[in-house]
T-cell receptor
Framework: KQEVTQIPAALSVPEGENLVLNCSFT??????LQWFRQDPGKGLTSLLL?????REQTSGRLNASLDKSSGRSTLYIAASQPGDSATYLC?????????????FGQGTTLQVKP | SQTIHQWPATLVQPVGSPLSLECTVE??????LYWYRQAAGRGLQLLFY??????ISSEVPQNLSASRPQDRQFILSSKKLLLSDSGFYLC????????????FGPGTRLTVL
């Protein structure tokens, strides 16, 4: 059974710091991995998608890496800003019938202090 | 561009009452559609998915059902709500196929009293 774990559960940093959020999964047979952002009471915003054949993806100040063999992904946020404060979720895509099933971690809640 | 809508945004219902949550997608055709629930302390869980009109797959046995009457419309229903049905319900879509990115709607906060 696929399980996704995110460490730490919460993180507080001063503005301007570079930071890394960690995601690990128990079954390396994934099709892709997505990182999402969720603001309180809101839906999920897709940040980055890494296909299983890729090693990393970048979008602006965000960089996500994937090491399928070790079951790990990291989300790197450069020069953090107060607007980055949110919960970050990683999810791996597994086959389920004739579509993909996303298995989510519990999330890392990030607070960036001005 | 594609957009996904959910309504209502917030709902408070008594135990035993019926439920109907609606999700619609614009700007795409033949999407895969998904219903997820986010409950406190339990993370996000896939409830149903659909690859086409009238085609529904259930991931978790429960008090809920789903229907897809039109290509871009996905409905979550219950005949009689339970306290345990409370949570944040999220609809998502992806392009048809297996490996595609999923995009989420704004969600519906359901409180069952």
């Amino acid at each position: 059974k696929q399980e996704v774990t995110q460490i730490p559960a919460a993180l507080s940093v001063p503005e301007g710091e570079n930071l890394v959020l960690n995601c690990s999964f128990t079954d390396s047979a994934i099709y892709n991995l997505q990182w999402f952002r969720q603001d309180p009471g809101k839906g999920l915003t897709s940040l980055l998608l890494i296909q299983s054949s890729q090693r990393e993806q970048t979008s602006g100040r965000l960089n996500a890496s994937l090491d399928k063999s070790s079951g790990r992904s990291t989300l790197y946020i450069a020069a953090s800003q107060p607007g980055d404060s949110a919960t970050y979720l990683c999810a791996v895509l597994h086959g389920s019938g004739n579509t993909g099933k996303l298995i989510f971690g519990q999330g890392t809640t990030l607070q960036v202090k001005p | 561009s594609q957009t996904i809508h959910q309504w209502p945004a917030t709902l408070v219902q008594p135990v035993g009452s019926p439920l109907s949550l609606e999700c619609t997608v614009e700007g795409t055709s033949n999407p895969n559609l998904y219903w997820y629930r986010q409950a406190a302390g339990r993370g996000l869980q896939l409830l149903f998915y659909s690859v086409g009109i009238g085609q529904i797959s259930s991931e978790v046995p429960q008090n809920l059902s789903a229907s897809r009457p039109q290509d871009r419309q996905f409905i979550l229903s219950s005949k009689k709500l339970l306290l345990s049905d409370s949570g944040f319900y999220l609809c998502a879509w992806s392009a048809a196929g297996f490996y595609n990115e999923q995009f989420f709607g704004p969600g519906t906060r359901l409180t069952v009293l």
